[in-house]
Each structure stands twice: as C-alpha cells, then as structure tokens.
C-alpha cells in the first residue's frame, strides 16, 4: 500500500487533467434575439474579427490577442451536416461590394465552427509553451423560437384563452380582424377540413406578421413568423378560438367531437409542441454552453410606446428559456447547462459615447426581475452595448455656439450625414413622456471597409472576452 498510494494519485490527477482539457476544448456558443435584433451582423462580425484578430482587428480588451498567445483562427467543417451553414462569405460579400449592403437576415438555424489555435498562459511546465485548439461552434436561431417554451405548459383550450386577451388590445384586435371574419365562419363540430383551417391558419399567420410591421415583437407561435424548414406543413396550420365561438358552437375543447376541426386544431397545437418546440430543446437548446442575447433597445424606442413595452414583454417570455431552476419546463425536458449568459443592446454605433452607459441601464431596467432570476440559478451574466458593425464616427458638431457630441456615418441611400442622436433615457418614460416627444435613431449604412476587409466594432472585444478568456487560458 505504500507504493500503492501515490501512483494512485498520479493516475488520478492525470484523469482529471485529460477531463478538463476535453472540456475546455469545445465551446457551443448561441446567439439569439428577435427578429432584426442584429444577430447576422452579430455572427459575421465575430468570425470576422476572430480570423482577423493577428492582421488588424481591434481588440485590446481580449485577453489571448493582448497577451500575444493567440496563433490563429481558421473555419471548419460544421458538426451538424443537417444545418444551414452561417453565410459568412455572403455576409463579407455584401459588406464589402462597391455599394456596401447589409447581410440576410436570419431565417432560422444556423452554424458555422471556429478552429482557434493558441498559446496556453500556463503551461504544464513553464519552460515550455504548449499549444491548444479550442473548437468554437456558433449557432444562430430566431429568438421567436424561444417565445413557444411557456406553450408546453399550456393544453389548447388555456393557449386559445391567453391568444384572446392579447387579441383584446385594440392595435392587434383592429389587425386581426380578416382572421375573426373567416374564423366567425368556421363550424368547429363540422367534419376535419383540412384546406378550411389552413385558410384561417394563413390569415392568423399575416395577422402576426402585420403586428411584427407595427412594431410588436410577442408574435407567437414562433414559427408561424419564422417557420425554417417548416414552410407550408400543416403542423403550422392551427389558430386559437374564442370563447363566444366555443359557447355558441357548444364546443368542450377538452372533449371535442370525434374528426371534427375542433379535434383537429386541438391535435396540431399538440403536435406543434411535441414535434416542433420540444426537439428544439432537446436537441439543440441543450448542448449550447454560452448564449447572447441580443436586444435592439433603441429601434423599439423609435417605434413608440407599444412597442417598447411589447419588446419588454417579449423578453420577459424569451427569458424564461434561461430560468432554469423556476421553470421546470426545460429541467423536464433534461438539464440545461448555460453557464454564461450575454445581453447586448445592439446597434450602440446610433448614439455618442457619453450615451453607451444610459443605453446599458435601459437595457438592464427591461430585464430587470427576468435577470435578478438567473443569477439566482448560477448563470453569470453580463449586459452591455455593442455594436457589431461600426456604422458611424463620433466627434464634436457645433449646436448654438456649443460644442456637443454628434455622429457620423451614411443614411439609407448612402449620403454622408451628421446626427445629433441626443440623449438615451435610463429607463422607459412613461407614457406622457411619449405624447410630447419621440425617438429618432435612423438606419445606417453599413461603413466603407478598409483594404484588410476587417470590420469595424463597438465592444465586441470585451464580448469575445467574457465568452472565451476563461476557455483560453
Ligand atoms: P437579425 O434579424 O437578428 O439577423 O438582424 P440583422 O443582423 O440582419 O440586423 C438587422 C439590421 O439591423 C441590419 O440590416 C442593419 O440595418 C442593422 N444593424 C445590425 N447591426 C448593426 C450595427 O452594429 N450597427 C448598425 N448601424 N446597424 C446594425
């Protein structure tokens, strides 16, 4: 036993290192947010400055660039042959074409993997420096998608009763009304008419994407706005009913009658859920170790009151996707393992720097009982500003004989402009504030690139940081 002991240890320690360097050899980072909320600028604008981290990205707050170990970035092969691929080579193209474009939009799920090759800060001896490859899989998907969690807790009697109060707000009641006229028509006792629902499911479909014009963001169910691969399956075509419906057709939608629509739209919520929310759980929601939320604060501030608040509503659903210890929705699904968690208030480059920490604590004030959850359950998390394709430049413009800080980029059609963005409230202003003032940060082109094609960036740095330094030590 005496020498037993010590080669015991050593075979043991050994374990361990071996375990710890597998798992600090992979990271699946997510990238999520609502629709238009910059996760393509977002993605491209990584990559790009990873791969270009030793040529001339700038990225002075992350740790492996400053401290010279990082040895470069190359693209790989995607694990999941069956996902799209990140169009990253699109994106550059569109950045970097005489007239600069922005890039698609994301549709649906994506991937693309990062080999990084780097120094290790410690080495197993410290005379020797050793050399590590960290794989980074990045997958981008609609935040939409993240809106259906709460529905696998609700059978379709409780989600047709929660769709019609927010059908009860005037805006959308006023935006849905070719839906109620043709659901007003359907007899749900009537034997299953397959064309008839996908009809009604059709306008239900344009009512929430008609909503998503008018600046509201709670648009479910997800895949209705954002169907993927789903396009046109008759597991999207369903809708809620009203409770007068259900009175005066005598319909019991915890018992309806045998083959009739009724039992059909009862069946296809529940196919919905088991067949399209849950695999997306299952099978992707749980591998990704870190996540960025992405959060276009200043659009919903353009947009108005109703939309700022529907932004705030929306996140509050989205967040639940991350409470993992309340909502044992996902622990019943299997054990989530986030440990990391990023919001990004995105498109930073519209307002002055003086403005960046009043857009921080706006977005913090959104998040604000969603967020105290989270820490609560161990996830680190981290707000900040970014911008993930530097638009503008700030400086000084003259405004009455003071000097105050504007910006400068290009509008829409690509003209030169100077903006006096003014100022970003550290919390959303009630609703007087709205009836005298409103908001005005405008589209931006993208900038004009220079020779090396790297992209310009608000913060991303410090991003890639918080994200990567502990995996790249
Ligand atoms: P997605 O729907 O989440 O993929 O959003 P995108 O990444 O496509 O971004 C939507 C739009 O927001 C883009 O077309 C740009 O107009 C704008 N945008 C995104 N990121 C930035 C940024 O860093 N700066 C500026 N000025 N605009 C941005």
Redo the contacts with the bound molecule.
């Keep these: 036993s005496f020498f037993k002991h010590p080669t015991m240890q050593i075979t043991k320690q050994k374990l361990k290192l071996t375990a710890a360097r597998l798992v600090n050899h992979h990271v699946n980072l997510a990238v999520t947010?609502l629709?238009?909320?910059?996760?393509?600028?977002?993605i491209t604008s990584l990559v790009n400055q990873l791969i270009e981290a030793n040529e001339a990205a700038q990225l002075p707050f992350f740790s492996v660039v400053r401290e010279s170990r990082l040895i470069g970035v190359k693209r790989d092969v995607q694990p999941n042959l069956t996902f799209s691929r990140f169009a990253y080579e699109d994106a550059m193209a569109k950045l970097t074409q005489t007239s600069s474009q922005?890039?698609?939009?994301?549709k649906g799920i994506s991937q693309v993997r990062l080999k990084i090759k780097y120094k290790k800060s410690r080495g197993l001896s410290k005379y020797l420096t050793e050399e590590a490859t960290l794989t980074l899989d990045i997958t981008d998907y609609p935040g939409e998608w993240l809106l259906d969690l709460p529905l696998l807790d609700m059978d379709y009697a409780q989600w047709s009763r929660h769709c019609e109060e927010e059908l009860s707000d005037p805006k959308r009641n006023a935006l849905a009304k070719p839906f109620f006229a043709a659901l007003a028509d359907l007899d749900l006792n009537a034997k299953g008419d397959e064309l008839a629902l996908q009809n009604i499911a059709e306008l239900y479909t344009q009512y929430l994407v008609d909503c998503q014009s008018h600046g509201y963001q709670l648009l479910q169910p997800g895949r209705f706005i954002l169907p993927g691969e789903l396009s046109g399956a008759p597991v999207l075509h369903f809708f809620p009913v009203t409770g007068t419906q259900l009175e005066q057709q005598e319909v019991d939608l915890n018992n309806p009658a045998k083959d009739s629509n009724a039992e059909l739209l009862r069946q296809r919520f529940k196919h919905y859920k088991t067949q399209v929310v849950q695999p997306f759980y299952k099978e992707h929601f749980k591998r990704f170790d870190r996540q960025v939320v992405?959060v276009?604060c200043l659009s919903a501030l353009n947009r108005g009151f109703h939309s700022y608040q529907d932004l705030q509503k929306a996140l509050d659903w989205l967040m639940g996707s991350f409470q993992y210890g309340s909502s044992n929705i996902l622990n019943r699904l299997f054990q989530p393992k986030i440990d990391k968690l990023v919001f990004a208030a995105?498109?930073a480059?519209?307002i002055t720097p003086d403005q960046q920490t009043n857009l921080v604590k706006l977005l913090e004030s959104m998040l604000h009982s969603a967020r105290k959850q989270i820490q609560f359950d161990g996830v680190i998390t981290e707000s900040t500003a970014?911008?993930?394709?530097?638009?503008?430049k700030s400086g000084l413009g003259q405004l009455n004989g003071e000097s105050i800080p504007v910006l400068q980029g290009r509008n829409e059609q690509g003209s030169a402009i100077t903006l006096f963005p003014g100022e970003v409230p550290q919390s959303c202003p009630g609703p007087e504030f709205w009836k005298q003032q409103q908001f005005e940060f405008p589209?931006?082109s993208p900038p004009i690139l220079n020779a090396e094609h790297v992209l310009p960036?608000i913060r991303m740095d410090q991003v890639l940081d918080f994200l990567l330094a502990d995996k790249l030590e």
């Design positions: 947010g629709s238009g909320s910059g996760k393509t600028a977002f922005w890039p698609s939009s994301t992405l276009d995105s498109k480059d519209h970014i911008s993930a394709i530097r638009s503008s589209k931006l960036h």
